[in-house]
């Protein structure tokens, strides 16, 4: 499934508008109406920009899976090679990379940073609000969490990534080796800096511990390549800031191609 958000004035301009795709996080029973809840209809209203809400499984991971024993789960060639098509064909959209935005929320977040370095030509600009962007470091805990969590709730045990990984999958889907490729772009990060303690809540500790050492992992590789970047380390732990996410539509709208 997918939301369409179109402008205000969409059905009466006959102007031809930038889009932005978001994308939501991982967890059972999550899909496009994730963003609702942060208030995404009054964010964007009244601004010349339409919004794009699909699907992405409940731990889809933006991506074609290795193996899938509960039926095809290939989200990323949904994404990339339907929806925008169709999005583009339907509606009055731009249809150059710097027509186009992906942002995104957590799993979201992985796969905005994904399909901004893998389809480098699609997008740009390109935001992850706590968003992982390094799969091997301290022992590939996130190529690891998505292979299990994909087993779990996705993939009836079938993985993202196999077992042992296809590496070169891992690789092509790791924004941390794939740097150059974010040349040119607006890149914004968001990450939290002091989630729930551990024994309080597990989730938002392990998540965000992880997220804040990969985006500053990435942050370090973008500034030595004298890439810029709009990054933010804040209070709290794993979940989107309404006003960072504010930020961020602002920046978009700011930085693509205008109505």
């Not at 794009?52 to 991971?61: I, K, L, N, Q």
């Not at 933010?232 to 960072?244: A, I, Q, S, T, W």
């Amino acid at each position: 499934r997918v939301n369409v958000l179109l402008p205000d004035d969409y059905h009466t301009s006959g102007r031809t508008y930038p889009v932005l795709y978001l994308l939501h996080g991982g967890g059972i029973g999550q899909n496009f109406t994730a963003f609702d809840a942060l208030g995404i209809r009054e964010k964007t209203a009244g601004r010349p920009l339409s919004g794009v809400r699909p699907d992405g499984g409940s731990a889809g991971w933006y991506s074609n899976p290795v193996t899938s024993h509960t039926g095809p789960r290939n989200w990323e060639s949904f994404h990339i090679h339907q929806l925008l098509p169709w999005v583009e064909s339907t509606f009055r959209a731009h249809t150059s990379m710097d027509g186009r935005a992906v942002s995104g929320f957590s799993m979201g977040g992985f796969g905005a940073l994904k399909y901004a370095a893998k389809y480098h030509g699609h997008f740009g600009s390109v935001s992850a609000h706590s968003g992982p962007a390094s799969l091997r470091r301290d022992f590939g805990a996130v190529a690891h969490w998505a292979n299990l969590s994909s087993a779990a709730v996705e993939l009836g045990t079938g993985t993202v990534y196999g077992v042992p990984w296809d590496e070169a999958r891992v690789s092509a889907d790791n924004a941390v080796e794939n740097i150059e490729r974010y040349r040119g772009k607006r890149v914004f990060l968001a990450a939290g800096t002091s989630p729930e303690p551990i024994h309080i809540n597990p989730g938002d500790s392990i998540n965000e511990t992880h997220v804040l050492a990969g985006q500053r992992e990435f942050k370090a590789a973008l500034d030595n390549a004298g890439i810029a970047h709009d990054s933010h380390e804040v209070p709290g732990g794993h979940f989107v800031r309404p006003e960072l996410l504010q930020a961020d539509i602002d920046g978009v709208v700011a930085t693509l191609r205008g109505a």
